[in-house]
């Protein structure tokens, strides 16, 4: 096969999965279609760098990977300002204190994770995110928590992508509570 | 044990709930690791969150997440058409 048929080929192939990834990742269905494109268009382009013994969907989901971290670093370009005073006072304890709430999490754990509308919901909260912690959070667990990693790629510094995952967690918690513990 | 040694080892609640990103990271050093602990032990309110940190931390699975996310077939297709022009393929 030659390049063109190759990339008809790999188009037809990993143009789902690379708008899925996406479109997670940017919670924003017009950027990852724009994005997804330029990932193609590179790939295209650099096709001689592509090694044949490896896979095309990992060497094309780097190339994804790449362009999601240009797409942040040129939205995002100052350090973000994180205030965690919605969720604790100046002394630095619990504003509110429904934390303590409990889930009986041992007790409903599989029953939860098999529930669709609970997984539902736990999207929803996380689909929630501000679109400049979203990125963060989701490639934080696509690196497999590999903060380091994540914070070159951003250009964004440790401390403060620290304070991205605490804040985010913070509202995915609350979240939770207010959407499916406190009402179901 | 003098006073301002325990003070040191204090932890706020929101310093606290840092730590466990961290811990959950595997990148706490042993004297975080003990602070933390300590404060877990006599703080019910992050040692509630911790629980429920742990439970979100098993929960989340981007993998899972972008099957789910669905895509129209017909916007698929022309995505697919729109490219294989631009590249003249």
């Known amino acids: ?31 990852a279609e724009d994005l997804v494109q330029e990932v193609l268009i590179a790939a295209y382009n650099s096709f001689e760098n592509f090694k044949e013994d ?18 942040y ?32 999490i041992s007790e409903n754990e599989t029953a939860l994770l098999n529930n669709n509308s609970f997984n539902q919901t736990l999207e929803k909260c996380i689909d929630e995110l501000p679109q ?29 992508l620290w304070k991205i995952l605490q804040r985010s967690r913070m509202q995915l918690r609350t979240c939770l509570e207010t959407k499916w513990f406190s009402v179901n | 044990m003098n006073i301002s040694f325990l003070k040191k080892l204090k932890l706020t609640c929101c310093e606290a709930t840092l730590l466990l990103e961290q811990k959950n990271a595997h990148i706490l050093s042993f004297r975080k690791k003990i602070q933390l602990n300590f404060h877990l032990l006599v703080c ?18 981007p993998k899972t997440s972008e099957k789910n996310i669905p895509i129209n077939d017909n916007e698929l297709n022309e995505f697919k058409d729109k490219i294989n022009k631009k590249l003249n393929l």
């Open chain 1, 1 to 31: 096969m030659n390049k063109n048929e190759i990339f008809r080929q790999w188009i037809r192939d990993y143009s789902k999965p690379l708008l899925q990834r996406a479109t997670y990742l940017l919670s924003n269905k017009e950027d």
């Open chain 1, 54 to 71: 490896s896979k095309p969907k990992t060497w094309l989901m780097g190339i994804l990977k790449n362009k999601v971290a240009d797409y």
């Open chain 1, 73 to 104: 670093r040129s939205k995002y370009k100052t350090e973000p300002n994180i205030s965690l005073d919605h969720f604790f006072d100046a002394s630095g304890n619990w504003k509110t204190k429904d934390v303590i709430n409990d889930w009986n």
């Open chain 1, 132 to 160: 400049k912690w979203g990125i963060l959070v989701k490639l934080y667990y696509l690196d497999e928590k590999k903060a380091p990693e994540v914070s070159q790629e951003l250009n964004i510094n440790t401390t403060n």
């Open chain 2, 44 to 61: 019910k309110y992050c040692a509630a969150y911790n629980k429920k940190l742990t439970f979100i931390e098993r929960l989340i699975s």
